[in-house]
């Protein structure tokens, strides 16, 4: 018979971990649900008192005492800060307003038309809108359903046509960006050339092949497949069923007098506390007291896994800031090759535990938005030289370059990647590619101008 020694993970082990790589919103959204699901739980706007009686809580915890909770809970006299006294609490967050592509479309509706039948087909003829704003069912079908004449149902479409935003209602790509374009007063010439008869061409960058059928100069056909290029292809993509989605940082790094202040973003999540009504569970039968107390147990691990996930993303974040003083200052090209190993090893956790920290998380910097995530690489470029050069370093290195080239004679990748050995960092043409890719810039045959 052979004895092994494994890791068995606990209930609160795996709570713990989840809890850690939540954002601050999922947080909240889990915060409210264990409110609504734990009676002994109270939910309060946050305050300092996780820090004040963090370390406390961890060593009850780690006793795994009953007796020494209890004790704890009745707090000897004293009460925790996360004890209040019953009362009325309200947290109350307003939600973003928000409409459907469909709802705003519907609103104008209401207001243009006043004959009940134009009206019944606008609505119909609305509601069989795709999410690009296009209509996809053919207008004779619409104009059976609406039991009107065809013409009738051109004359909606039309109406319909005209509402914001701009393109909506089009049958395909053509007739949405030329809407467009005769909303602006635009449509005439070789812009209406361009939507009417060379989209393709447009595709694939002919434009000397534009300029031959349409007997015009490469320079002016530029121009016009510029203006076109303007144009929303879908005006109905800015609206959707679900509510908009924003990006709300989960810690603030400051700039301070000598350095840089971590701080972390979290007063959108409630702050719990235990109820004062469930300190004294001898006044209980023995069935309810031993529920009271597993509920006691799982109300103070959680809030002991929220302080624990505090602490874990603010050593992550104020290790990142020690080391990326050069990126903080000056911006993405100054970003230090770093690893979750690096970070891990230097604050005494588990690599594991920074990829958690840092998951679905962004900071706010004095230079902007950023995720977590980003600040690490899991392979860096190698310079000539050997030494390591972050894959943000080489990719501003590369839109330096396609920004400083000469627009009528565009660098290729290949040529790229010669400047870019003269800067002494070394990268494949498939790699340039990719990160030219990446940045958003097209291709050196698309970037060239007339």
């Known amino acids: 018979m052979t004895m092994t020694q494994h890791l068995s993970m606990t209930m609160q082990m795996q709570q713990a971990i989840q809890i850690l790589q939540l954002s601050a919103q999922d947080l909240r959204a889990v915060v409210e649900k264990e409110y609504l699901e734990n009676p002994v739980l109270e939910m309060d706007e946050p305050s300092s008192y996780a820090a004040e009686h ?12 009953a007796a020494a909770l209890a004790d704890y809970l009745d707090g000897g006299g004293k009460q925790p800060a996360y004890f209040a006294e019953d009362s009325e609490k309200h947290v109350e ?4 307003l928000h409409m459907t592509l469909e709802e705003e479309l519907l609103e104008q509706v209401n207001f243009t038309f006043q004959d009940e039948r134009e009206k019944a087909a606008a609505v119909f003829l609305v509601g069989s809108l795709d999410g690009r704003g296009y209509l996809t069912v053919p207008l004779a079908e619409i ?13 909606v479409l039309a109406v319909i046509q005209n509402f914001d935003p701009a393109g909506v209602g089009a049958r395909n790509l053509s007739e949405c ?11 005439n010439g070789l812009v209406a050339a361009v939507i009417d008869r060379h989209l393709d061409d447009v595709a694939l960058h002919h434009i000397k092949e534009i300029a031959a059928a349409e007997q015009a100069s490469p320079a002016d056909v530029q121009m016009a497949v510029d203006i076109v290029k303007r144009f929303n292809p879908k005006p109905g993509a800015a609206y959707g ?9 989960d810690v603030i790094v400051r700039r301070v007098e000598g350095g840089y202040r971590v701080e972390l973003e979290d007063g959108d999540v409630p702050q719990l506390h235990i109820s004062a009504l469930y300190r004294q ?8 007291k031993k529920y009271i107390t597993s509920r006691l147990h799982a109300a103070s691990w959680l809030i002991s896994s929220i302080e624990q996930r505090r602490t ?27 690893t979750m190993k690096e970070v891990a090893d230097a604050i005494g956790v588990h690599e594991s535990t920074v990829s958690r920290a840092v998951a679905n998380k962004y900071a706010e910097l004095p230079n902007g938005i950023a995720a977590l995530r980003s600040f690490f690489t ?8 050997g030494e390591e050069v972050a894959a943000a370093q080489a990719k501003a290195a590369i839109a330096k370059l396609i920004l400083a080239e000469n627009p009528r004679k565009p660098l290729s990748d290949q040529k790229i990647c010669g400047l870019l050995k003269e800067q002494n960092i070394i990268l494949s043409r498939r790699t340039v590619m990719k990160y030219s890719e990446q940045l958003g810039y097209d291709s050196s045959v698309k970037r060239k101008r007339y």
């Open 54 to 65: 963090g370390e406390r809580m961890q060593e009850v915890l780690q006793a795994g005492n």
């Open 93 to 96: 967050a307003a939600a973003p």
């Open 143 to 155: 104009a059976r359903a609406a039991q009107i004449e065809m013409p009738e149902a051109a004359r």
């Open 177 to 187: 960006l030329r809407l467009q374009a005769e909303r602006q007063g635009l449509y």
């Open 241 to 249: 069923s679900d509510e908009p989605a924003y990006i709300t940082p």
């Open 281 to 288: 569970a001898d006044a209980f039968d023995k069935k309810t």
């Open 312 to 338: 874990t993303i603010r050593h992550v974040v104020e290790e990142i800031v020690r080391r990326q003083p050069e990126f903080l200052a000056k911006g993405p090209a100054y970003l230090q090759p770093m």
């Open 378 to 385: 899991s392979r860096s470029v190698k310079s000539e030289s």
